[in-house]
């Protein structure tokens, strides 16, 4: 006669219900994946927003352009660019200045203006009378 053992290992699992928690609702919607409808929603918001910033981009090339075909027909009228930083003439020069604007100020002594940056204020361009 034969012996029949009977298996030995872990007792079967119990299953216990559990309380729904908010946590297990906030990971299911996480792991949800999006409808085609939800990509495609999303995507044509990144599309419109690149389109808005290409487009200040492009406005703002153009406003760069204007101001440096002025900057170039003002050399040839005398005028030197300025860059921001110490003056680049002798203090009781007479100058006139052209402010980042679009004003014109002067002739006055150089000493008289501020030849650092100071946002619309910034000198651009000069001209020794």
Not at 44 to 64: H, M, S
Not at 89 to 96: K, R
């Given at each position: 006669?034969?012996?029949?053992?009977?298996?030995?290992?872990?007792?079967?699992?119990?299953?216990?219900?559990?309380?729904?928690?908010?946590?297990?609702?906030?990971?299911?919607?996480?792991?949800?994946?999006?409808?085609?409808?939800e990509k495609l929603g999303k995507l044509t918001v990144r599309i419109t927003k690149l389109e808005r910033i290409l487009e200040d981009a492009v406005n703002a090339g153009r406003e760069l352009h204007k101001k440096m075909e002025?900057?170039?027909?003002?050399?040839?009228?005398?005028?030197?660019?300025?860059?921001?930083?110490?003056?680049?003439?002798?203090?009781?020069?007479?100058?006139?200045?052209?402010?980042?604007?679009?004003?014109?100020?002067?002739?006055?002594?150089?000493?008289?203006?501020?030849?650092?940056?100071?946002?619309?204020?910034?000198?651009?361009?000069?001209?020794?009378?």
């Amino acid at each position: 006669m034969v012996e029949i053992k009977k298996k030995r290992g872990r007792p079967a699992k119990v299953t216990v219900e559990k309380k729904t928690d908010t946590r297990d609702w906030v990971e299911l919607l996480r792991t949800k994946e999006p409808s085609f409808d939800e990509k495609l929603g999303k995507l044509t918001v990144r599309i419109t927003k690149l389109e808005r910033i290409l487009e200040d981009a492009v406005n703002a090339g153009r406003e760069l352009h204007k101001k440096m075909e002025s900057l170039s027909k003002i050399r040839t009228l005398g005028w030197q660019a300025h860059t921001a930083g110490e003056c680049p003439v002798h203090d009781d020069t007479s100058v006139e200045v052209l402010l980042r604007s679009g004003e014109k100020n002067g002739p006055h002594l150089a000493c008289n203006f501020l030849w650092r940056e100071c946002g619309t204020g910034t000198i651009v361009a000069y001209k020794v009378l």
